[in-house]
């Protein structure tokens, strides 16, 4: 396992629509291994593939005191409700804004043993998943916000915790 660089905003890997992952092999297990020490190492609840350079349908989830896991090929097959949130990203150092984020998704993908599986996600779980799929379509929550001056440093306090995904 291994801590890979953070690919930052503009650089054009965030931008692009990552592709299926066709078989989960070594290499994408490595990269599963390699994202999850990546996001503990940033203090991340969550991270996509390309944010590591890697334009792959391929994203990892670190909940507080829970397992991380990964999602390969994740779809979201259900959206329910609307929330504002402050959301942050790795990808995007410094910055913190808020996004409409549903109160609720289901999605399904493929395990890293090639097992296809469903996560219900609500709340912050909800969010990263939103979120780290979004990065899959080349899109960053910056995208998102009402108006860019709506965007404002994360250093400033704001009103409960900024989770960065
Ligand atoms: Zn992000």
Redesign the pocket.
């Known amino acids: 396992m291994a801590v890979r660089p953070v690919s930052k905003h503009p650089d054009t890997v965030l931008r692009q629509k990552a592709k299926k992952v066709p078989v989960i092999d070594k290499s994408v297990k490595t990269l599963i291994d390699d994202m999850i020490e990546t996001m503990f190492a940033n203090n991340g609840c969550?991270?996509?593939a390309p944010?590591v350079g890697v334009s792959l349908r391929c994203i990892v989830i670190g909940m507080p005191e829970e397992e991380p896991f990964a999602i390969v090929n994740p779809e979201i097959v259900k959206r329910v409700g609307d929330r504002d949130v402050e959301e942050a990203?790795?990808?995007?150092p410094g910055l913190a804004g808020e996004v409409k984020r549903s109160v609720s998704v289901i999605v399904k993908g493929l395990d890293r043993y090639g097992k296809p599986f469903r996560v219900k996600g609500r709340e912050l779980l909800g969010q990263a998943l939103e979120?780290?799929i979004d990065?899959l379509n080349g899109v960053?929550?910056i995208d998102r916000v009402e108006s860019l001056d709506k965007l404002h440093k994360k250093e400033q306090p704001v009103s409960g915790a900024t989770e960065?995904?």
């Open positions: 969550g991270l996509a944010q990203c790795l990808s995007v979120h780290e990065h960053l929550f960065t995904v």
